[in-house]
């Protein structure tokens, strides 16, 4: 091949990978996916895993998130929670306090659910608690 044929080659290469790369940026803006916001109470399956928040309650000691969760017997239910507030993105504390949530609270047997409490750093404006399995994630805010 002669020089000139193999810099028109080149050249040719160049644009179309520009051009596909133009491509993939205006699929990327035209699919929005946008994570519902649920209100308080109302319940969501994520996996196999069903959840809601009912109540968020800040006082002194921070922020507590009543919940309710069923479904897979024996997983850890402070996984997956997190608190959005102040522009940050906060793990439960898994503090061993009486009706908490902590590292060592399972989930219960088939059909039965579990009520307890998340306790949270305080932060200035609760934004939404979030519960993320699966890859999916659901929003309670008040």
Same mark, same amino acid.
């Given at each position: 091949m ?33 994570v ?25 000691? @921070?922020?507590?998130?009543?919940? +309710?969760? =069923? %479904?897979? !017997?024996g &997983?850890?239910?402070? $996984?997956?929670?997190?608190?959005? @507030?102040?522009?940050?993105?906060? +793990?439960? =504390? %898994?503090? !061993?306090l &009486?009706?908490?949530? $902590?590292?060592s ?15 949270f ?18 929003q309670?805010a008040?």
């Amino acid at each position: 091949m002669k020089t000139r044929n193999l810099i028109i080659l080149s050249i040719c290469c160049g644009l179309m990978i520009v051009l596909a790369g133009g491509f993939k940026l205006f699929q990327i803006t035209a699919n929005r996916t946008e994570v519902p916001v649920n209100k308080l109470g109302v319940a969501a399956t994520i996996g196999d895993m069903t959840a809601s928040v009912t109540t968020i309650d800040e006082n002194a000691e @921070g922020i507590s998130v009543a919940i +309710e969760m =069923s %479904g897979v !017997v024996g &997983d850890s239910v402070i $996984d997956g929670w997190r608190l959005l @507030g102040d522009g940050k993105v906060l +793990e439960p =504390s %898994g503090a !061993v306090l &009486d009706g908490a949530c $902590d590292a060592s609270t399972k989930v219960p047997d088939a059909g039965t659910s579990i009520h307890c409490f998340l306790r949270f750093p305080s932060v200035k404006a609760v934004q939404a608690v979030a519960y993320t399995r699966a890859g999916e994630q659901r929003q309670w805010a008040p």
